[in-house]
Antibody, heavy 120, light 110 residues
């Protein structure tokens, strides 16, 4: 069974940093592109970032460029999102998601999410 | 910034049919946008319903279908049931190799 488990969420002050992790199991992690999607309280889903299967290529939404860094450790089946210079607008639940293997550009598995709260 | 627009809310009677749409602010939605539809209930992760415009994800009932209607992607629910009451999000893949979600539609079944 495919499992994605996020960790590392919590309360952080504006301007601070946080590192989210997503542990993967039940599939060959190194074969899949991975993404982060976030959801502010009471709001919709917003795509944040993606990384290719080898970890050599990343893409970010404009609102996180230069602040967030996505990486992966295929040996440990772990995805990481380093978030710096956080603002209140970054508050929300962060989901990691697996992109389907067949280049049809959709997410076929999701974690349960990690809550990030940016507040003083 | 690219905007993807969905109806903010919709209501359907049990057993009825509803069509939710997904529009691209700067043009038409085509199959090359790989329209995807997700269902989400409060406090839960999204669930993939439809991918690649009209392919149903494993385990999704056949009362859910997808299509391109005019210049929009559409999610059609035929024979709506009470447990279809959820938020529905479309997602498009854009030429700039980014993914964009619509704002979501809150569907009420009553």
């Amino acid at each position: 069974e495919v499992q994605l488990v996020e960790s590392g969420g919590g309360l952080v002050q504006p301007g601070g940093s946080l590192r989210l992790s997503c542990g993967a199991s039940g599939f060959t992690f190194a074969s899949y592109w991975m993404h982060w999607v976030r959801q502010a309280p009471g709001k919709g889903l917003v795509w944040v970032s993606r990384i290719n299967n080898e970890g050599r290529s990343t893409k970010y939404a404009d609102f996180v460029k230069g602040r967030f860094t996505l990486s992966r450790d295929n040996a440990k089946s772990t995805l990481s999102l380093q978030m710096n210079s956080l603002t209140a607008e970054d508050t929300g639940v962060y989901f990691c998601a697996r992109q389907s293997w067949d280049y049809l550009n959709y997410f076929d598995s999701w974690g349960q999410g990690a809550l990030v709260t940016v507040s003083s | 910034q690219t905007v993807v627009t969905q109806e903010s809310s919709f209501s359907v009677s049990p057993g009825g049919t509803v069509t939710l749409t997904c529009a691209l602010g700067s043009g038409s939605v085509t199959t090359k946008s790989y329209p995807t539809w997700y269902q989400q209930t409060p406090g839960q992760a999204p669930r993939t319903l439809i991918y690649n415009t009209n392919s149903r994800s494993s385990g999704v009932p056949d009362r859910f279908s997808g299509a391109i209607i005019g210049n929009k992607a559409a999610l059609i629910i035929t024979g709506a049931q009470a447990d279809d009451e959820s938020d529905y999000y479309c997602m498009l893949y854009l030429n700039s190799a980014i993914w964009v979600f619509g704002g979501g539609t809150k569907l009420t079944v009553l």
